[in-house]
């Protein structure tokens, strides 16, 4: 399974690990690069220095390549833009936002800068700002979320655009590896299923909430206000969907859901907390370590590219 993303990042299989906030670090980067796929630092809302310190720590467990997802409303975005550059990551993905204002920074240090995408319009923008390849990401995914799905929204994007592109959302296992290749994808990232890898560092409370996830477990929050979410029911989520139907501001729903995210990945509060995760979460039984889920996903889709 050779493609364009492959060669462009020096891996082995067409596979990213998310750079999910709270969950996306040192010791998962490591382990999804290690099994051939390429791994990334959430740099979500941290400092530039604690970036830093993962980056040192990921490069401690693994010479093979790793990359940082800059999440460009982050107030400390500019830190960590700057931080990449000095500690000689080769790989950026970003999100929440446009990447022009790093771009000449970052092209000039040779960084390879894939930003994520849920519009062709964006696609096509970003294309035109200098991303190597985008990452057209469905509304199945967990967290934030667009409008399109990856069925619809992929292979429109690569339609627009000539860069390679990267499909996320909703893929967890080699039959949607194989899909997203057929819509014309040269490349996927995955999120939910590395939350529940062996490596990851989530507490067994939110990994056993996905593992026991059923297909109707996934809802979005946030759709009235323009910033929807998507993660697995809880008390939290039929909360803030009451006071959203009760029309409630934006100010007031978030302050319900501060500090919820990091209070279920490393403190295990699956129920008042934000359990984040895709629709996937429905398919994904069993925890597994890095290498066994990426090499088990890689055999399934090439049974299926090739029959």
């Not at 462009?8 to 670090?25: F, K």
């Not at 941290?46 to 999440?71: C, D, Q, S, Y």
């Not at 959302?169 to 490349?187: K, N, Q, S, T, Y």
């Amino acid at each position: 399974m050779k493609t364009r993303i492959t060669e462009l990042l020096g891996i082995e299989y067409p596979i990213i690990q998310g750079g999910m906030a709270w969950v996306a670090e040192h010791n998962l980067a490591a382990a999804v690069s290690e099994a051939g796929g390429l791994g990334l630092i959430g740099g979500a809302n941290a400092p530039g220095e604690v970036v830093r310190e993962e980056i040192r720590k990921a490069r401690a467990l693994t010479k093979k390549p790793f990359g940082v997802n800059v999440m460009l409303m982050s107030p400390h975005a500019e830190d960590v833009a700057r931080v990449v550059v000095e500690e000689g990551i080769k790989v950026v993905t970003t999100g929440a936002g446009n990447p022009g204002t790093y771009m000449k920074m970052w092209k000039e240090a040779g960084i390879t800068v894939i930003p994520v995408v849920a519009s062709v319009a964006l696609a096509k923008m970003m294309e035109r700002g200098g991303a190597d390849a985008v990452i057209a990401e469905g509304s199945e995914s967990g967290g934030h979320i667009g409008e399109a799905t990856t069925m619809t929204l992929v292979p429109q994007v690569a339609d627009a655009v000539s860069v390679p592109v990267v499909a996320a959302g909703g893929i967890g296992d080699g039959r949607g590896i194989a899909a997203a290749f057929m819509l014309g994808a040269e490349a996927v990232q995955l999120g939910t299923r590395f939350v529940v890898a062996k490596e990851s560092i989530v507490h067994d409370k939110y990994k056993e909430r996905i593992l026991k996830a059923k297909d109707i477990d996934s809802v979005v929050t946030g759709r009235s206000h323009g910033h929807p979410v998507r993660g697995l029911r809880n008390q939290m989520t039929r909360e803030y969907n009451r006071l959203e139907a009760e029309g409630k501001s934006f100010e007031e729903l978030e302050y319900l859901t501060l500090g919820a995210l990091r209070n279920a990945v490393m403190d295990g509060d699956v129920i008042n907390g934000t359990v984040m995760a895709g629709q996937i979460a429905g398919m994904i039984t069993k925890e597994q370590t890095c290498k066994e889920m990426i090499d088990e996903m890689i055999g399934q889709a090439v049974r299926l590219l090739k029959g």
